[in-house]
């Protein structure tokens, strides 16, 4: 790997590859908290319980906005790169970051 772009090209992969990740375990943990949440109300759990449960919640739910800007700027720059480094399709790097682009589609605004 003694070309840079390489190098940057398998760090802008692993940078998607990582927010797209981040943002479906975000998701996921907004929803399992939801359903802790109605749990406790259905059993009856104490006022400072769920109001600590709200809150983590609430944190969770804005986690996720946040990774989705993130990854929303990783797969511009990770696809400006793929799109200006043409001669480099050949390589492992870039067929791995075309995937990651591919996989990541799912976790972007459409």
């Known amino acids: ?3 840079p772009r390489l ?6 992969t692993g940078v998607v590859k990582r927010l797209s990740k981040e943002k479906t375990v ?4 907004v929803v399992t908290q939801r359903n802790r ?3 406790l109300k259905t059993e009856g759990a104490d006022d400072h319980v769920l109001r600590k449960q709200e809150e983590v919640l609430q944190e969770s739910m804005m986690m996720v906005p946040d990774c989705q800007r993130r990854l929303a700027k990783a797969f511009d720059d990770l696809s400006e790169m793929i799109k200006n480094e043409e001669e480099l399709k050949e390589s492992d790097q870039y067929v791995a970051a075309v995937a990651i682009l ?9």
């Open 26 to 29: 975000y998701e996921k943990e």
């Open 102 to 110: 591919e996989d990541a589609k799912v976790n972007l605004p459409h």
């Open 37 to 39: 949440i109605d749990k």
């Open 7 to 12: 190098r940057q090209l398998t760090i802008k």
């Open 1 to 3: 790997m003694s070309d």
